[in-house]
C-alpha cells in the first residue's frame, strides 16, 4: 500500500507536467523534482508531530496524490507543447541501439543486486542508515545523542528518501532505490541536456553510456550513498536554466517563473542532499543570474528571489536544527576544522588539484596505480606542495593508502580522458563560432571542480565525491564522440567502458 501511495504520486506529478505542456523528458525532470520537494515537506511536517509513522506517510502520500490529480483536472491541457530534440532508438546506428541495449541490462542488473544484498560500506553503516533508525525510532527527525556525529549535521534529503521506503515496506531491502532512481533521472537529464546543446540521437546515446559506465556511477547504483541524487538534482536545474532562458527572450511568461521555481527546488535540494551540493551549485546560480538578468531585467532579479526562497525554504528545517545544535547551519566548528581547505598558496591549490585527478585517474591495479602516485608526487615537490600539509590535507590521508575499486574508492580513469577530450574538443567548437551552450557546461563542470578543490581538504575518499560532477560531463562528452572523426574510437570507447562495468559489478566488495 505504502509504495502505491509513493507511485501514485510520481504519477499524478507526471500527468500534471504533461497536462500543462512539457515535453516528456522534461515532465520527468519536472515531476521528479517536485516529488522530491514534497518529500521534504512531508517529513519536516510529520516530524514535527512526531508523526513518522506508517498510517500517517501512507495518508500523505495519498492526499498528495489527490490534490495534485485534482489540480491536474482543471488545468487546461496544452495543445502546444514545445519541440525538444528528439530520441529513438530508430534513428540512432545499429551499434548504438545495441550498446544502449546492453547498458539497460547493466541498470537492470544493478537493480537486482541491490535488492538481493543489502548495503554495507562504512558510510552506510556509520551514519547513512543509523539516522533512518533513529528517525524511525523517534518517528522524528529531531537530533539525538550521537556518537557520529555526522549523522545530525549532515544534509538529510537521501536518507529522508531512505526512511519513507523503509518505513513503507518494512524494511530496508529497497533503500538503494534512491540512489538507482537518482541514476535513471541522471540519465534522462543527460540525454535532455545533449539534445540542447545540438547532439543528435547518436550523441544523446552517447551521453547516457557515458554517464552509467562512469565507475563511481556503478558501484554507487544500488548504495545508500548520496552523490548521485545531488547528480540528478543538478542536472534538473541545468535543464531549468535553459527553459528559463528560453521562456523570457521576448516576455517574462508564467514558464519562465515555473522555471525558476524550479531551478530553486532543484539546487535547493541539492544542498539538502549533501555538502558538495552548495560547491557544485555555486557556478549554477551565477549562470542562472546571470541569464536572468541580461534576458529580464528587473524582471529576471525577482525570478532569481523566487529561487533563493524555494532553496532555502527547503534546507531550513535542517538548518534550524544545526543552529540549535552547533550554532551554524552548516557544520560544528571542529567538522569545520577538520574538512575544510585552509588555501592560502596556489601550490596548495594546486596540489589538491594533481591528488583529486590523481584519485580519478586510478585503475584499481597497483602495478599500473604506483606510476599515477609517483607522477603526482614529482608534481607536488616540484611546486614546493608539501603532501602531508594538514592546511589541505585530511590527517592520515594519502593516496599510497588508496586499495582497490569500491564505492568509496572509485577510480574513473576512461571516463576522465573522455571528459578532457571532449572539454578541448568543446571549446575548440565555442572559438570557432558554435553554439555556446555546450561550453558554459564545461565551465561549470571546471569551476566546480577547482572550488571543491579549494575549500575542502583533500582525502582518498574524493573521487565519489565527484560524481555529480561527471554527471554534468556526459551531455557535452556525448556531444563530442558524436561530432568527432572517428566514429570506431568513439564506439570502442564505450564499448570497452561497458565491459569494464560489468566487471566492476562483479568486483564490488560491498555487494
Given at each position: 500500500m505504502g509504495i502505491v501511495a509513493l507511485i501514485a504520486c510520481a504519477g499524478a506529478f507526471l500527468w500534471v507536467a504533461r497536462r500543462v505542456g512539457l515535453p516528456w523528458r522534461e515532465a520527468v525532470l519536472a515531476a521528479a523534482v517536485l516529488w522530491g520537494a514534497i518529500l521534504a515537506l512531508v517529513t519536516e511536517t510529520l516530524s514535527s508531530f512526531h508523526a513518522i509513522t506508517l498510517g500517517w506517510l501512507i495518508l500523505s502520500w495519498f492526499a498528495v496524490?489527490?490534490?495534485?490529480l485534482a489540480i491536474g483536472a482543471r488545468l487546461r491541457s496544452s495543445d502546444h507543447i514545445p519541440v525538444e530534440a528528439k530520441f529513438s532508438l530508430g534513428r540512432a546506428r545499429s551499434v548504438d541501439a545495441w550498446m544502449l541495449c546492453v547498458a539497460v541490462l547493466l541498470v537492470v542488473l544493478m537493480a537486482v543486486i541491490g535488492t538481493?544484498?543489502?548495503p554495507s560500506n562504512i558510510d552506510s553503516m556509520t551514519y547513512h542508515l543509523p539516522r533512518v533508525m533513529h528517525w524511525m525510532q523517534g518517528r522524528s527527525v529531531a537530533h539525538y545523542p550521537a556518537a557520529h556525529e555526522p549523522q545530525l549535521y549532515q544534509p538529510p534529503w537521501a536518507e529522508f528518501a531512505i526512511l519513507h521506503f523503509q518505513v513503507l515496506t518494512g524494511g530496508d531491502r529497497f533503500a538503494f532505490t534512491v540512489q538507482w532512481v537518482s541514476m535513471l533521472i541522471c540519465a534522462v537529464g543527460a540525454a535532455l541536456l545533449a539534445g540542447r546543446i545540438g547532439a543528435g540521437p547518436r550523441g544523446q546515446t552517447m551521453a547516457i553510456l557515458f554517464l552509467v559506465t562512469v565507475p563511481g556511477v556503478v558501484l554507487q547504483g544500488y548504495s545508500t550513498q548520496n552523490n548521485l541524487s545531488v547528480g540528478a538534482w543538478l542536472i534538473c536545474a541545468v535543464v531549468a536554466i535553459l527553459v528559463f532562458r528560453e521562456s523570457v527572450i521576448t516576455r517574462f511568461s508564467a514558464r519562465a517563473l515555473a522555471a525558476a521555481l524550479m531551478f530553486g527546488l532543484s539546487?535547493?535540494?541539492?544542498m539538502l542532499t549533501k555538502g558538495t551540493g552548495y560547491v557544485f551549485a555555486l557556478p549554477l546560480l551565477v549562470w542562472f543570474v546571470g541569464v536572468a538578468i541580461r534576458r529580464a531585467g528587473i524582471a529576471g532579479l525577482k525570478a532569481a528571489a523566487v529561487a533563493a526562497v524555494a532553496a532555502a525554504a527547503l534546507n531550513l528545517g535542517q538548518w534550524s536544527r544545526n543552529w540549535r545544535s552547533y550554532g551554524s547551519i552548516l557544520l560544528p566548528a571542529d567538522q569545520v576544522f577538520l574538512y575544510r581547505a585552509r588555501v592560502r598558496t596556489p601550490g596548495q591549490l594546486t596540489s589538491n588539484v594533481i591528488r583529486n585527478v590523481a584519485l580519478n585517474s586510478r585503475t584499481g591495479i597497483a602495478a599500473v596505480d604506483r606510476p599515477i602516485y609517483r607522477a603526482a608526487g614529482m608534481l607536488q615537490r616540484a611546486i614546493?606542495?608539501?603532501e602531508a600539509d594538514p592546511?589541505?590535507?585530511?590527517?592520515?590521508?594519502?593516496l599510497e593508502a588508496v586499495r582497490g575499486m569500491g564505492e568509496d574508492v572509485p577510480g574513473n580513469p576512461l571516463h576522465l580522458v573522455l571528459l578532457l577530450a571532449a572539454s578541448g574538443a568543446v571549446l575548440w567548437g565555442a572559438a570557432r563560432g558554435r553554439p555556446k551552450d555546450a561550453a558554459m557546461l564545461v565551465g561549470v563542470v571546471a569551476v566546480g571542480f577547482l572550488l571543491f578543490?579549494?575549500?575542502v581538504k583533500w582525502q582518498m575518499f574524493h573521487a565519489r565525491l565527484l560524481v555529480p560532477l561527471f554527471v554534468l560531463a556526459a551531455p557535452f562528452v556525448g556531444l563530442a564522440l558524436e561530432q568527432t572523426a572517428n566514429r570506431?574510437?568513439?564506439?570502442?570507447s564505450l564499448a570497452i567502458a561497458l565491459a569494464l562495468a560489468f566487471a566492476l559489478i562483479v568486483v564490488n566488495p560491498s555487494h
Open positions: 496524490a489527490a490534490i495534485a538481493l544484498s543489502a539546487v535547493g535540494l541539492a614546493g606542495a608539501d592546511a589541505v590535507t585530511f590527517p592520515g590521508h594519502s578543490s579549494l575549500t570506431a574510437v568513439a564506439n570502442l
